[in-house]
């Protein structure tokens, strides 16, 4: 009488006898079967239909922008598809938004430079100290390193929210910084963009090849040294990648921008204009999607300035975690 050999057992003796079968393939890192599969014409096919579907309301939003008023609201409006058929097309729109022309008018190129002068000092604020920040917590040495980047870490889970009020008083009755001023907006972005900032690069800096640090060290390099002229090299995909994120984080926000901005035209960001372009019973919302798109002019241009970096940024571990 022959005993049958359990399943699991003859899977395994299966696995460990493949007769002509190449062990390198057995062998195969997982990494290289993930982007097999993710290269498939399956999932090639999934993407592009993914890619279509999320673009056809950005595509509408596009056409509408310049269509004629009456296209767009009132009893001759209709959808943009039909935009195709009827072949009506303006720019007035964009110039109603972007040119002064009384106090009612939009007037985005005004926000639109308070948005610049906003985003850009707060962006280059959150990548100088963050990564001085993420070099020290990943090689200096100091009592209580880890303590205080699992503090620094832990202030991400504060809500915005809670801190907008204490933060303004803070501002006005004890720094006395002027109210509706770009200080207030650089400061309180700033804060709330360190943390993160200093999470994702202590990420990519502590992964540097230890060596290296060494190395600087034996030639006589201090710590200021190796920060300029090793770190702050090595980091470029990193810092690209909190860039951008920082760069469309602020130039998006609106709650912020309430808060600190004091509402008036010399400070307030493009997007506090863009929730009052309407009017109080949406006179103008013809004028949305052509305020829309000039809103998104900058992000798209420093999203693919940067979109190399942003890529060699992810796949080098910047964002991971």
């Known amino acids: 009488m022959t005993a049958t050999p359990a399943p699991k057992e003859a899977s ?17 890192p997982m990494m290289r079967r993930v982007k097999t599969k993710l290269t498939s014409k399956w999932a090639t096919a999934a993407a592009i239909i ?43 729109n964009y110039v109603d938004v972007l040119t002064p022309a009384g106090s009612q008018s939009a007037n985005l190129s005004q926000y639109f430079i308070n948005s610049v002068a906003i985003v850009i000092p707060v962006t280059i604020f959150v990548l ?13 040495k100091f009592k209580g390193r880890d303590a205080l980047f699992i503090f620094v870490f832990a202030l991400q889970i504060i809500p915005l929210q809670m801190a907008l ?10 720094l006395h910084l002027p109210a509706g001023s770009y200080a207030q907006l650089w400061i309180a972005h700033t804060m709330f963009g360190l943390p993160l900032g200093i999470f994702l690069l202590h990420n990519f800096i502590s ?32 810092l690209a990648s909190l860039a951008i994120f920082q760069f469309l984080w602020v130039w998006n926000d609106l709650l912020v921008a309430l808060v600190f901005s004091g509402g008036t035209a010399d400070v307030a960001p ?12 949406g006179a103008r919302d013809y004028l949305n999607p052509a305020a829309a798109f000039v809103s998104i002019i900058i992000p798209l241009l420093v999203f ?16 991971k975690g």
Do not use: C
């Open 50 to 92: 993914i890619a279509v579907v999320w673009s056809v309301p950005t595509f509408g939003l596009f056409v509408t922008s310049f269509r004629p008023a009456a296209k767009q609201v009132g009893p001759r409006s209709n959808g943009w598809w039909n935009a195709f058929l009827d072949w009506d097309f303006t720019f007035k």
């Open 128 to 140: 100088v100290l963050a990564s001085m920040a993420a070099y020290v917590f990943a090689w200096g």
């Open 304 to 319: 693919f300035g940067l979109q190399r970096y942003f890529v060699r940024g992810l796949l080098s571990g910047g964002l």
């Open 270 to 281: 493009i997007t506090q204009r863009l929730a009052e372009i309407s009017g109080t019973r």
């Open 207 to 238: 992964e540097i090849p230890g060596e290296v640090i060494e190395a600087a060290r034996v030639d006589g390099a201090g710590h200021s040294t190796i920060f300029w002229r090793i770190i702050l090299p090595l980091s470029v995909p990193a």
């Open 165 to 174: 009020i204490p933060l303004l008083q803070l501002f006005t009755q004890t």
């Open 12 to 28: 395994k003796a299966a696995t460990r006898q493949r007769p002509g079968s190449d062990p390198t393939e057995d062998a195969q």
